[in-house]
């Protein structure tokens, strides 16, 4: 089963394009030349030197790095670092985690700087038609509205995102290119030695860099939108939205060289270029636009987490489908987080201008992130020849490492920033490794040596029938093997006497949307394995294809299972079906050292604020058994007891 978006290229998919990918990187043009001049005193080498620095960022950046390159990482028509991390892991033997982590963690934190800098630089522009509004009353109320919108999910307005981002992009083309028609030298700026000049011989030039990186902060979440839309779709619509882009960018640089005041103030070059006639329309569209990119952005960030969820990065969360619409998810928890995290930047930078001081930082470590994940796609999977790959790696690492190094300088006025990024690097971390520790107390048994004792239980008529057909969650990865805690469970105490043993097993996959499964019978109708193969995109509803399974199984005649009881009554017409879930807590008996004793600790505090088991998998909770036991790590052998 693949679900994955097909690569078709039609006037709807290039609309839908437009609607979903741009957002972040589209709205850019309000920010970055205000943010590229400041408070400086404007000049031809500052202004076109700017803008030679955003085009060649443009081209290659975006368009070679991300477009031409990046896109081509494709996992089954899905994109995103945990994408190409699926891809690659097994090249990397654990050395990619740590990017992985990396990578993810500034992509979400990059969701609770976007929108508020998004919308408050489009709130902004009524300033100039009534002075001294208060804005940031306005852009909390939008920001709120925004994520109290999900759970409704996008299904009912989405179809306006693609139109909607065909005026915006359309009207930085007529504002940008009315500008060019009066000061058409500015077309000079295209040429790299201006960019040369401004970060060698401009004072404090290669600073700059950190406004520059402005234009291309959507470019990372531009890859992980990529199986919304397909590659072909994205790789048509950027050549219309970079024109877009370019032209706005030259206009309001020609605007800056006619103005006549040699400084900027408190204007901002993308509205100083409307008639003004058109500045309360123009308001309008932006808003829009930053709402749009703003939910592009939501949205891709619960995807990010659910992927997450799937690869063990991130703890089991409730998740919803709010529509019917494919591959839309609703996270509550993520939602809350975001919201909180964007009501309290825009409250502690209170303008757009102090954001853009704190904008950047996290997307440059997203993107030398992927630059290395890319690296070893291109070694291992393309067989691209090394020689070509260490000079890509060079490029873009000279390209990236400028961009953090001036990035860098804004750390101290984004501090409060690190702690959120801090939160979410722990909790990764914290996750995935204490798992890794956790799977080293699992004990194995052949479980083919099991099956006579199980058939002989089974037919014991002196035990009473805990279930007709009992269902065990099992982490053996392979067909005859089981855990040993399960067989104890089974046989210890009181024994579960059952008509059939089942043992599922979900195997997570390295592509998205795989979703098969495969039926080992170890006795005959009476023990049998199952592995659910499914991809890490898709929720493991374990109750629902558990049962659809079975009744394929009955429906083709196969295990004799059509002609057996199911456990159901005249007054019952379900089959009797038990699943049993076992789960360890820490004791207190534990020895570990001081780093694992800490992070096996904070597991299992994560574990309790998190979705119980029978929710995560979908189970129905009065056909579960939840059985718990102790975690005890002792060195025994060497304790010494002297008998008295």
Known sequence: ?????????????????????????????????????????????????????VFWTLTFQTTFKYIFLTLSADNHGEGGVFSLYALVKRFGKGKLVIPTILGATTLLADGIITPPISVASAVEGLEVIIP????????????????????????????????????????LFVLGFAQILHHPNILKALNPVYAYELLVTYPKGFWLLGAVFLCTTGAEALYSDLGHCGKKNIRITWVFVK???????????????????PLLGDRNPFYSIMPHWFLLIGIVIATLATIIASQALISGSFTLIN???????????????????KGQIYIPSVNTILWIGCIMMILYF??????????????????????LLLMYYLVFIKKINKGWVTIILIVF???????????????????????????????????????????RFLRFTNLMEQTQSLATLSEDDAIPKYATHLIYLSKA???????????KSIFAKQPKRADVYWFFHINRTNEPFTLNYEVVELLDDKVIKIILNIGFRVQPKVELYFKKIVQDLVNQKELNLHIRPDGSTKYNAEPDYKFVIIEKYISVENQFAFKEGWMMTTYFWLKKLSLSDEKAFGLDKSDVQIEEYPMVYSPVTNLELNRK
């Open 350 to 371: 209170k303008t757009s201008t102090h954001m853009e001081a704190a904008y950047g930082f996290s997307i440059t470590i997203a993107m030398m992130m992927t630059t």
């Open 397 to 439: 690492s000279i390209i990236e490492v400028s961009f953090f190094i001036a990035n860098v300088s804004k750390i101290k006025e984004r501090w409060m920033f690190l702690f959120f990024e801090l939160f979410i690097f722990m909790v990764m971390y914290v996750w995935y490794y204490s798992r890794k520790i956790n799977n």
């Open 243 to 261: 024109i877009c882009l370019i032209v706005n960018y030259l206009g309001q640089a020609a605007w800056l060289m006619n103005q006549g005041n």
């Open 132 to 171: 001294n509004i208060p804005t940031i009353p306005i852009v909390i109320a939008i920001l709120s509205g925004l994520f109290i919108f999900q759970r409704f999910g996008t299904q009912k307005v989405g179809f306006i995102f693609g139109p909607a981002m065909v005026i915006w992009f359309t009207m």
């Open 477 to 487: 990865d392979k067909t005859y093997e089981i855990e040993e805690k399960i067989i």
């Open 307 to 325: 992927e997450a969820i799937s690869l063990n990065f991130w703890p089991r969360v409730t998740l919803k489908n709010p529509t019917n619409l």
């Open 1 to 53: 089963m693949n679900l994955s978006t097909p690569q078709k290229v039609t006037a709807v998919t290039l609309l839908v394009a437009l609607g979903i990918i741009y957002g972040d990187i589209g709205t850019s043009p309000l920010y970055v030349m205000k943010a590229i001049i400041g408070t400086r005193q404007i000049s031809e080498l500052l202004v076109y030197g700017g803008i030679s620095c």
